[in-house]
């Protein structure tokens, strides 16, 4: 079983709609998330960075954990064709200095 | 600043030719890493480093070489290649996080297919 378990999609909605994105994860000690995207052929930056619990917020991206459920999800609001890419959790624990855990991605494609 | 960057960008290897990908940041970024990207397995940690002279090994290490001479390169190589080693390499670097955030920043990637 992997540590960190994503639905790898593809995921297809239409521009407007609300995407919701999420990972699992069995490492109780994972206190650091992060959500990468991933445009087509590029490397992957940096969206959302969540330390510990809780839900953090910027524009129309939401980062929530739940880490008694071991669960984690993004979502987007009012999605645009500009979101189509691949959407990659990450995780690590406060041992680990900067080594990062990934899931498997998820390819998201927002129609028009 | 180049930011992130990986040589060569494509690369068709014949199986048990030999090769080296280079990575260099322009940050000053202490730690340095080599990942894989395969279909449907998201991103797999090869090697790391976490200062000039300084390697580990991550997940899927067998197969792979990396030397960190000079704080800003870090060269993964393949002595031996196989088809199994056909995928794209990612290069990552990030600040010493003393605030925990340790930011990865990505270069763009090498396309590598071995025969």
């Known amino acids: 079983q992997k540590e960190v378990e994503q639905d790898p999609g593809p995921l297809s909605v239409p521009e407007g709609a609300i995407v919701s994105l999420n990972c699992t994860y069995s490492n109780s000690a994972f206190q650091y998330f992060m959500w990468y995207r991933q445009y087509s052929r590029k490397g992957p930056e940096l969206l959302m960075y969540?330390?510990?619990?809780g839900n953090k917020e910027d524009g129309r991206f939401t980062a929530q954990v739940d880490k008694s459920s071991k669960y984690i999800s993004l979502f987007i609001r009012d999605s645009q064709p500009s979101d189509s890419a691949t959407y990659l959790c990450a995780m690590r624990s406060g041992n680990q200095g900067g080594k990062l855990i990934f899931g498997q991605g998820t390819e998201l494609s927002v129609k028009p | 600043n180049a930011g992130v960057t990986q040589t060569p960008k494509f690369r068709v290897l014949k199986t048990g030719q030999s090769m080296t990908l280079l990575c260099a940041q322009d940050?000053?970024?202490?730690?340095m890493y080599w990942y894989r990207q395969d279909p449907g397995m998201g991103l797999r940690l090869i090697h790391y480093s976490v200062g000039e002279g300084t390697t580990a090994k991550g997940e899927v290490p067998d197969g792979y070489n990396v030397s960190r001479l000079k704080k800003q390169n870090f060269l993964l190589g393949l002595e031996s290649a196989a088809p199994s080693q056909t995928s794209v390499y990612f290069c990552?670097?990030?600040?010493?996080?003393?605030?925990?955030?340790?930011?990865?920043?990505f270069g763009p990637g090498t396309r590598l297919t071995v025969t």
């Open positions: 940050m000053n970024h202490e730690y």
């Open positions: 969540t330390y510990s619990s």
């Open positions: 990552a670097s990030s600040y010493n996080g003393f605030d925990g955030r340790y930011e990865q920043y």
